[in-house]
Nanobody
């Protein structure tokens, strides 16, 4: 079992920044990817970014490339999502999720992730 707890959401004006945190606990050695997803009202859940726990390589969705950065602090068992140049369309509930080896689907496919946090709200005003 892996427990994920997000924090750091809030309200910000367009152009501002936020840093989300995802603290992991439990059997975290079983995880090979940590991903950030977001879901706006009436929209499907969207993959934002992911980090591979083996070598910390990262991958991003097209809508956030160049603005968001995913990183990890192994000592704290925490994954971060630094969000800069925020836009109103970034408004959503943000979730972190953990993927285990052998699970199917690309990094942006929510159905391949086994563990999810409760989410943190990000609201960007124009």
């Amino acid at each position: 079992q892996v427990l994920l707890v997000e924090s750091g959401g809030g309200s910000v004006q367009a152009g501002g920044s936020l840093r989300l945190s995802c603290a992991a606990s439990g059997y975290i050695n079983s995880v090979n990817f940590i991903g950030w997803f977001r879901q706006a009202p009436g929209k499907e859940r969207e993959g934002v970014a992911a980090i591979y726990t083996g070598d910390s390589s990262t991958i991003y969705g097209d809508s956030v490339k160049g603005r968001f950065t995913i990183s990890r602090d192994n000592a704290k068992n925490t994954v971060y999502l630094q969000m800069n140049s925020l836009k109103p369309e970034d408004t959503a509930m943000y979730y972190c999720a953990a993927k285990i080896p052998g699970s199917s689907g690309a990094w942006y496919n929510q159905y391949g992730y086994s563990y999810w946090g409760q989410g943190t709200q990000v609201t960007v005003s124009s």
